[in-house]
């Protein structure tokens, strides 16, 4: 163990966060143990690591909530799909202390982050960092679950769905560190999604309000709540690869401006008839926490709408959007394309679903003419072979 070598260093400890794509399988566990313990070795510091769900696993678990009742209480939700990140949480831990580091798991409820809201996706309202620090005495390493706080009355609540990014910058704030670096199978933010347009580029910064703009258009990178919080407190986040695959890297911070189209595929559009009707439905929706991105008037595209649109982010609670919406009409057949101009316009355009990928194309070539491709980006996400521990399902 090297505990007291580590927790005897003044240093901030370092922050990381690994999303499910770095645990399709055990050795990816053991990988990232491997990588954290060389980390932590080298620089003699101590490391508090946020880790999600194996890739696939959150959602298997909704799948199989629903078999059972198709309109699960948020309660139950809670209680059921926070169980993922606990199974990672255990899992690198154990690899961590295999590596001779001595690690420690926490449960959610035990970080000092603090949630208001409903359990399932709950807003992240403060952080006692008193329990992160406490928790680092005698060891060199904390493993968080990712995206889980707790209410006013102790009970453990969900930060919503991919919300893992949120508390590896609450971490980042409540050990007072000046950056978060985030893994993924990503090098970095891209240009667009490397998933759909191949040609994109990693952008080596991106400023705060910029990645407001693509997260709330619907890039996945990371919760628009995680930017917020990030820029109140000055952290950086740092998003990149591991070795061999990190050649490059992305900083959001106080970077300068950039240019990136992002495509809103699982953003619903709703048209209701005026304004006032649209306010209502998104105070709901925000109510409920679920995302709500009104368009203005002069963002709008007359040719496919007539009246004020909003966009939906329901992820898996379709039934609580469409009560929110009830005085609007669905228009399934568009999406939401954003277009980040280098000189920082924003532009909001309402496309055919069935063109939104070749929009999103064409957009991007206007922006960069000459990307480099990014051959080391799966097309696909790929979910873990184990995704199914905790249903038994399998496939």
Known sequence: MIASNVADRSDTPIVMKFGGSSFIDIEGYKQIAAYIAARVVTERRRAVVVVSAMSGTTGRLQETLRTVHTSPPAEVASMLLTTGEVVSVALLTAALIDNDIAARGLAGDEIGMVAQGVVDRASLRSIEPSRLMAALDGVSVVVLP???????????????????????????????????????????????????????????????????????????????????????????????????????????GTGSGIAA???????????????????????????????????????????????????????GNDDVARRCCEGGTPRPDLCLLTVVEHDGHVERLLVPRSAGIDEARRRHALLHPSSSRLPTVPRQKVRSSMSGLLTGSTG
């Open 146 to 252: 990712g995206g889980q706080a707790v209410d006013e009355d102790g009970r453990l609540v969900m930060l919503g769905r991919n919300s893992s990014d949120l508390t590896a910058v609450g971490a980042a704030i409540a050990v007072g560190a000046d950056s978060c670096e985030l893994f993924s199978d990503v090098p970095g933010i891209c240009s667009a999604d490397p998933h759909l347009l191949p040609d994109a580029r990693v952008l080596p910064t991106v400023d705060y309000g910029s990645m407001l703009h693509l997260s709330s258009g619907g890039a996945k990178v990371f919760q628009s709540d995680a930017v917020r919080w990030a820029e109140q407190h000055g952290v950086r986040i740092v998003c990149k690869s591991l070795p061999p695959a990190a050649r490059s890297e992305t900083v959001v």
């Open 261 to 315: 189209v992002a495509l809103h595929e699982r953003g619903d559009v709703w048209v209701f008839s005026d304004p006032q009707a649209r306010q209502r439905a998104s105070d709901e929706l925000i109510a409920q926490g679920l995302s709500a991105l009104p368009l203005r008037g002069d963002e709008q595209n007359d040719e496919h709408i007539d009246g004020s649109a909003l966009i939906v982010t329901a992820y």
